[in-house]
């Protein structure tokens, strides 16, 4: 019964996502950096390990921590596989460095008496029995050494050059070791979690012919052009049967002469429900085998999870009891009143029958990961149970830990971040509206300097079907360039829902963010090689995204000053490679020129007094700057955009010697 | 099985230490605000409940909580007794209020139809069955009311004036309802542990006649002087027998002459040790008249808990085992490399007999509990292990919950927080050493405004036997009002070390915070009638302190901007009594005249237009301020500190009324 000897306390451990109820979220190659105050009364000197496993490992890895300032201590480890681990503290009194440093301050303020020497062989004789053989021998060596040295000088120099290393450090604290009360989990996905670059299109629109309902053979045609502008996942809306019943038409009226191909959201008919393909696409084969070319292409096909029905659903008939139906005998559709949304009906996740329902929704997800499907867009998450998306997520994980699923909750913040805590990898975000200085640095900050960047992995979208923000209905091309490079350089996961995007398209329902006769309702043809496309200028910021790991996170941006409050600035440092660093300017007004002094923070960066190179990866324009402030023009009508790769050691080959 | 169902997120529940470890602490009458993120998916209306009870209740209360804003509710209890309370929280899903806010839509939308009644007639139904007979009858009218309504317009208006007041909301969550999974303590002291005014004197040095040791019976002539000063607690240095071997004499030098009384910290003679008093100063009939005596006059005695021992104690020889003996048969004494302190002797609770030494601490306290002693100020209690002041102080309070603990940890700020979460109820400060305008406000508002304000309760001193800081020491009679101001209305718990505070005694050794021949190694006589004395300051400052609920707080200091940074400034507004508003001026230049212009929030004082009434409650003076900004001089050499009664509502008698 060691109660009141174990005394070193362990608190405020980080990271932990609240209290840890729920994972800790890295992907392979991040490692996760453990603080924790660690303390006891008086003035002891302490000892802690961190430890860590993967979760069906038996013996704990242990790493020591270091001493930070203020009680706080500090070690990191590694995540090298897909998987869930676990993490945790020890801490102990270090008998031995307290007696080490009271003695050698004992022995240069010659107050020194043998006796003094007891406390610290005391230490070692009793661990000595716990060690393996050879360490015994050391320890009876050191003892010895240190009882017979001759003089004060002598013991002095002897034990301040002594360093134990062959003894584990906790073995010191003899009985004082104290775990911390709980065994933390780490969540660890593959790389595509933190970096992905997503194009949405609508497959029935990839037809070249007129009007015609593409296929996915027509999708075939068209990865190479995705594959060009360097995306690396292509998203569909659903690809499933489309009800009949109460059918959309052009810009939501209800379709009533039956042309309407509907909307892809209002899933099932009689082709079948969740697991079909609408016939119009294709077959399950072509399917196959788009999967199969986009991978060749580098490109991964993620679908949509959309749970919720057309009238004409299978599941209506097949389990009613799913659904809430009312006393005139008709079923309960999708209403925020006094909007109606007639072509839809929602599951009735309240019913007795809940677990046959959740059972199924699974059963359609493992379905489509069967078809080679590992990326998910979950369509409005926040409307149905946080607990089934939990227990969802989970499941399909424990099957396959490669599957992703990104949520597309544009709700209240704490319900999006607790979607994100229950599981989803990737969230939408509202970065679609944050469009000055400010709001992109404030909303940046908390994203990435609280303890949401513990679980939450924002995907900043540009525009999507349903949002086409002021900012790109007035801003044409130029606003489109700007959105796409805060985007793609401010979160490792970025997207747009394209051809629209980079062909410019931004005619909007007036007085909405809605786009006028949108694809959600109609089949359209595409001119790709459109005057004015951006899909070039797209490339070149996807090219910087993949050649420089200092974009392929989203934790280390740092903002920077800049003497103009239409200039955003800030640099971004590679986690693990020094040499990595990236300043990206971005003009903010569409309209205007703007220019001014940036300040650079030089330390961080590592660059000394000289001169350096900016190189401009979108231009390839090479500019010299010397010292903290310099000057930056973006002109809006021509690239509104920097994106520097900064070159601290300039080549001599640069001639630029003469500067030096 | 309502897992499904269940799903009402409770999270971020505040207030809680460390996760709900330790309890919150109150004081009789502070009530406690319950804030928590309560949201579910989607758009549901939800409820909340605030559960509390008293720890050995059976049943809860219950007080709904409301929403505040960004999902985040709140709701607050009252602690009326002192103990110790739980809390917890209930949530659900309102089904009624959202049924009962789309219904309004509807009808207001002209897209109602008469099914749409249904899901509401439905709730009403599922609660019938578990109200009282008069409620499932109200309720049956209510239905048929419902029902029955022969337009829409005469529902619209029937269902927007129902309340349903007499239906517990939480009914109305059916299956939904949420239990946060933690129930929460708190802890509640008597009022004394907010609000207290200490005076630290040696008792030995009470006597008048020039260097005679004084006694408990001289101290009993003292108490009038110390009650007109304003004080409530009296606090003594230990006075218990003093061991002889290694005795210290002046200014801490070892006494040879065997003539020095002695430090009162090395306890213990042959004598008696912790339980014993000190025979020089009386019997323990004489202290209990005193302890009598003093609560006539208002004054609670408290005494010094040292827990550690002279040579000499009787402990060393009964039990041996306590202490660390080093082969030469010398017992380890107290040491700070290369410092000794030869008359001190450490327990070593890391002695295998840790158990029967900390029962024995125990029984101290609780002996001196029956003398009568109900406040101990803790001497150094961050050298001794955290775990037993938990149960230390949770033992005593058991027997005697109106025993408060004041920990003397000038440590480091974390060691010192945890001994306030592990029970002490009191804690000293940095203040001791916090000057400036920019230091105090940054201090006062890390403990007012992060969550240290749920468990630990400052007590700023002034100074100590230990600690004459150099601001007192060079700024003289100025300095030592302007630290008692400052102490006395920062915080509702503060102290000084006396006589030498009021008698601007402040010669200090050398280079050091020390006190030339300090008090602890020498008996003192004192002229307390010395021209200079601040006595009568004290007193005033005592009496508003006494007066004014704002200032029984240190919760609720508001800085304010002043136009000058020697001259800082706040106002206190009293937590019950809406027109007791203090504001505090203070010139921290101890050597100059420093004035400037004051910035009021008069909205926040209730001050309408008109001008209101500055009372200085020191001077007794009379200010009449208008608007926002008033001028303010103070003058070090008079009185360099205002407390101001703030008077929004001017009197007639006044003779003010030419202003309105």
Redesign the interface.
Known sequence: MH???K?V?I?SVTPQV??GVFPVKKVVGESVTVQA?I?????HHLGADLLWKEVNENEWQRIPMSFVE??RWQAEFPTETVGNYLYTIEAWIDYYASWK??LL??I??E?FV??DI?PGIQVLESIQGNVTRPVAKIIDSIKKKIKESTSSKQLLNYIESLELNDIPRYMLGINSVTRFDKELHVNVKRKKALFSTWYEFFPRSSNPTEAKHGTFKDCIKLIPYIASMGFDTIYFPPIHPIGKKNRKGANNTLCSDGKSPGSPWAIGSKSGGHDAINPELGTMADFHKLIKVAKKNGLEIAIDLAFQCSPDHPYLKKYPEWFKW???G?VQFA????K?YEDIVPFD??SEQ??EL?NELKRVVLFWVEQGIEIFRVDN????????WEWLISEVNHKNPNVLFLSEAFT????MK?LAKVGFDQSYTYFTWRNTKEELTTYVKDLIESSTKEYFRPNFWANTPDILPEYLQYGGKSAHIIRYALAATLSSNCGIYGPVYELIVNQAIVGKEEYLDSEKYEVKTWDLTKNGSISELISLINKARRENPALQTTWNTKFVETENDALIAYVKKAPHDKCNHILVVVNLDYHNVRSGMIHLPLKDLCINDKPYLMHDLITNEKYIWAGESNYVELKPYVIPVHIFKIQSEMKKENNFDYFM
């Open positions: 109660f009141g000897i005394r306390v608190q609240n209290g105050d303390f006891s009364e008086g003035h203020n009680d440093e009271d301050k004992k240069k303020a107050t043998n006796v007891e009312r006393s005139d008709t209403e925020n009143p006094p109606k996740f309240e809940w677990q959740w998450p926040h409307t149905k149970p946080f607990p089934f209240r913040p704490k319900v607790t």
